[in-house]
């Protein structure tokens, strides 16, 4: 009875914690469809380079809160330098998730090169930071 009991509780206790966890990025990007691999960035395979950034919104929440950080938010940079499968490896929450997401989905890259020949889709990972900054430009008294 009391082996049951335990047995019952460690499979309830995995369907809640399998509950909990985020689901997969629904995103798919045109290389996955394809079938074709993923690369990661070394050895033959070239970065890819940033051309055009948009600059992430604050959200109301977060202003009002005076809430700062950095945002982790993965991506595949496809072959023709456009973001797919964009999302959010470390949160911040307050709305500053979705906000990142926003201006990555807008960002333009050089794609990823094999060799320096042929263009590639590769993985990445993008800091995008979120500050607040003073109207006085940042000067501060200091105690004599």
Request: proline share 6%; with cysteine; hydrophobic share 40%.
């Amino acid at each position: 009875m009391r082996r049951e009991f335990i047995l019952a509780a460690v499979a309830l206790t995995s369907t809640v914690l399998a509950a909990q966890r985020p689901a997969p990025p629904t995103d798919t990007t045109a290389a996955t469809q394809a079938n074709e691999p993923i690369y990661k960035i070394g050895g033959h395979i070239s970065a890819p380079v940033l051309i055009h950034r948009v600059t992430a919104d604050y959200s109301d929440e977060a202003r009002r809160a005076k809430y700062q950080g950095v945002c982790l938010v993965r991506l595949i940079v496809d072959k023709n330098g456009e973001p797919q499968n964009v999302h959010v490896v470390r949160a911040l929450g307050m709305g500053l998730d979705e906000k990142a997401i926003e201006a990555v989905k807008q960002y333009r890259f050089k794609p990823a090169m094999n060799d320096g020949k042929t263009p590639v889709p590769a993985m990445i990972t993008i800091e995008v930071d979120f500050r607040l900054y003073s109207l006085c430009g940042g000067a501060r008294k200091t105690a004599s």
